[in-house]
């Protein structure tokens, strides 16, 4: 099974609606990401999580929040989906056991707002 | 500003031959750096990393070199095979528990058969 998952792995929806992507993990991390993937653009971080009563905003937070349920689940919501936000969303957690912050990513969501 | 830098958005190379990919940076802070390997409708996967005490790393067929003087680490892939064809990212961090990655853009490495 994989470590890290994501739920939906695609996903349609038109402007306006409100959309949750989940991330589930595995791995015992306390650390839990958000990135959107645009192409061109590479990864950029949405939010950020370092325990379950820390959550930070990264640098494209406007349009998203999140919910850091537990330590295996950090999910994402667009509360009113508009076009722009049409991305590959990635999930990933992280720990220090490589001699730095080191992070796992799921599998992605495809997220497309019509 | 960018700070991480992948001024190469593609590379081909022969099957065992060698690949390098470059990236530079421009934080004098970052201390921690990272390659990423990314398959189409797949998420990034853990390549290989270096912390700012060592110049080289090395793992198989994979070797990460830094230069801080100049601000530069190269990623290189001994011998290339079919199989290596994807996107690699680099990411760079500054170590204390509150940074996080920052990533370039990406390089599409093809390897030909």
């Known amino acids: 099974d994989a470590d890290v998952t994501q739920t939906p792995r695609n996903r349609i929806t038109k402007t306006g609606k409100r959309i949750m992507l989940e991330c589930s993990q595995t791995?015992?991390?306390?650390?839990m990401y958000w990135y959107r993937q645009d192409p061109g653009l590479g990864l950029r971080l949405i939010y950020y999580?370092?325990?379950?009563?820390?959550?930070n905003k990264g640098e494209i937070s406007d349009g998203y929040s999140v919910s850091r349920q537990a330590q295996a689940k950090f999910s994402l919501s667009l509360e009113s989906a508009i076009p722009n936000q049409t991305a590959l969303y990635f999930c990933?957690?992280?720990?220090?056991?490589?001699?730095?912050?080191?992070?796992?990513f799921g599998p992605g969501t495809r997220l497309t707002v019509l | 500003d960018q700070q991480v830098k992948q001024n190469s958005p593609s590379l081909s190379v022969q099957e065992g031959r060698i690949s390098i990919l470059n990236c530079d940076y421009t934080n004098s802070m970052f201390d921690y750096f990272l390659w990423y390997k990314k398959y189409p409708a797949e998420g990034p996967t853990f390549l290989i990393s270096i912390s700012s005490i060592k110049d080289k790393n090395e793992d198989g067929r994979f070797t990460v070199f830094l230069n801080k003087s100049a601000k530069h680490l190269s990623l290189h892939i001994v011998p290339s095979q079919p199989g290596d064809s994807a996107v690699y990212f680099c990411a760079a961090q500054t170590q204390g528990g509150s940074e996080k990655l920052v990533f370039g853009k990406g390089t599409k490495l093809t390897v030909n058969p």
């Open positions: 999580s370092f325990d379950v009563k820390d959550i």
């Open positions: 990933a957690t992280s720990d220090w056991t490589r001699g730095g912050d080191t992070q796992y």
């Open positions: 791995k015992g991390h306390d650390r």
